[in-house]
């Protein structure tokens, strides 16, 4: 039975289903704790909460409209397809409301040294913008391999008065540089926040980061019923909620309002990279196992001896082996769907919408709408999909101008 109540997750041990909780060292225990208390303390607030909004508004310019894709639809011949536009926030990505969300929080328990880890740069650079809005301290850890294929996201951090602090362990990546914040946390507790940038990590972190970015799907509540009455259309609910799947922040916060709504498909879209079958993707969801990466049981990319996979994907942003316990929770339940799509196909969607819509997407955002147009093609024009558009696409310019070449042809 799909009772409110029945969703109503995680429990107070931060499990959703057999999925999630907090698996730490003793080191981190009160570190720990100290967060969930404050959270518990402020998210409620109704002083904190007026203040998140009042950024979100100001600061990030919420709320974002929801598009009809017109021409675009049309083209398509289906579902009309609508964009949730969180490409137009300040920085360009959805990133944003929960690094606002966290900062505010950091500072109600007097920290004033912020640290985090990012991987291709986006959550990073989130973070470094807040900072320098707030005055607090910024340090980011980031693998040196990423720190050269992401060079323009580190001169921005540079710009905003950041700490760029190269990782050079491991295989210089994203999970190497999240080993180096931990570490950095457990030293330094009592002056450190650690601000993560997705439904990810120990209880209480992808409770928070969702309850921050619900956000995104509570707009479209809102928005939806007024634009569908526009359109002449008798509804009020899309048919099918299309989000691309990294750590699976935006998608948590595009789905979260409509989980109680079951006859809205909710659907995840995975990098499925060069294939789902060709080892090149990270597809945690759909070829991932339960197992254990950074504090929370999930699903997880790992070899037979519960090594964690490399993985690969076009766009940075997906490039992540494990993802957030409560979509690992929805597809076991069945409420939510999780497909992929592949470099080749996102990378299409993205053209596509640049010159029918005159929208650049993000590459992450660009599997959704992969998904979402093969879908919409398939559906009535009395149907709808709404598509997370988590991001635009000018950080990806120099990827997709490399990639462009038609197949055969590249270098
Ligand atoms: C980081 C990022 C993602 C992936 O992160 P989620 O936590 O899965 O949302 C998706 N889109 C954009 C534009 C991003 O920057």
């Known amino acids: 039975m799909n009772t409110r109540s029945s969703y109503a997750q995680p429990d107070a041990q931060g499990f959703f289903g057999r999925f999630g909780g907090c698996f730490i060292s003793e080191t981190l225990v009160q570190a720990v704790e100290q967060l969930n208390h404050a959270y518990i303390r402020y998210r409620d607030d109704p002083d904190f909460l007026r203040e998140f909004r009042q950024d979100l508004a100001d600061y990030v310019g919420r709320p974002s409209p929801v598009y009809y894709a017109r021409r675009l639809s049309e083209e398509i011949g289906g579902a009309r397809l609508l964009l949730k536009r969180e490409d137009l926030n300040h920085t360009g990505a959805h990133k944003i409301n929960n690094v606002i969300g966290q900062a505010l929080l950091a500072q109600r328990m007097g920290k004033r040294r912020i640290i985090a880890e990012t991987g291709a740069g986006q959550h990073g650079v989130a973070v470094a913008t807040i900072c320098a809005r707030a005055g607090l301290e910024c340090v980011i850890y980031m693998g040196s391999e990423d720190m050269q294929r992401q060079s323009p996201n580190v001169q921005r951090m540079h710009l905003l008065g950041a700490t760029v602090a190269p990782v050079t ?8 540089a999240m080993n180096e914040a931990i570490r ?106 339960p197992g254990v990466l950074h504090g929370n049981r999930s699903l997880i990319l790992q070899d037979r001896h519960g090594q964690v996979l490399d993985t690969h994907s076009i766009s940075a942003g997906l490039d992540y082996p494990g993802v957030g316990p409560e979509h690992a929770w929805l597809h076991e339940l069945g409420r939510a769907e999780y497909v992929g799509a ?58 997709v101008m490399a990639q462009s070449a038609p197949p055969g042809e590249s270098s």
């Open 169 to 176: 362990s491991g295989s210089r990546t994203l999970k190497d």
């Open 184 to 289: 950095d946390w457990v030293g330094n507790v009592d002056t450190t926040f650690y601000l993560i940038g997705s439904v990810a990590g120990m209880h209480p972190y992808p409770t928070m980061v969702r309850d921050f970015q619900t956000v995104i799907g509570r707009e479209c509540l809102e928005q939806l019923p007024e634009l569908f009455q526009r359109l002449g259309m008798d509804k009020r609910h899309p048919d099918a909620v299309v989000a691309c799947v990294g750590g699976g922040s935006n998608a948590i916060g595009i789905f979260h309002p409509y989980i109680d709504h079951s006859d809205v498909r909710l659907i995840g879209v995975e990098a499925a990279g060069l294939g789902l079958d060709s080892g090149k993707h990270s597809a945690s969801v759909q070829r991932g196992r």
């Open 342 to 399: 592949t470099d080749r196909q996102a990378l299409d969607a993205f053209h596509r919408l640049s010159r029918v819509e005159g929208i650049i997407p993000a590459l992450e955002a660009s599997h959704a709408l992969a998904h979402a147009f093969e879908l919409a093609a398939g559906m009535s024009r009395d149907q709808a999909i709404l598509v997370n558009l988590s991001g635009r696409g000018d950080k990806d310019m120099d990827t």
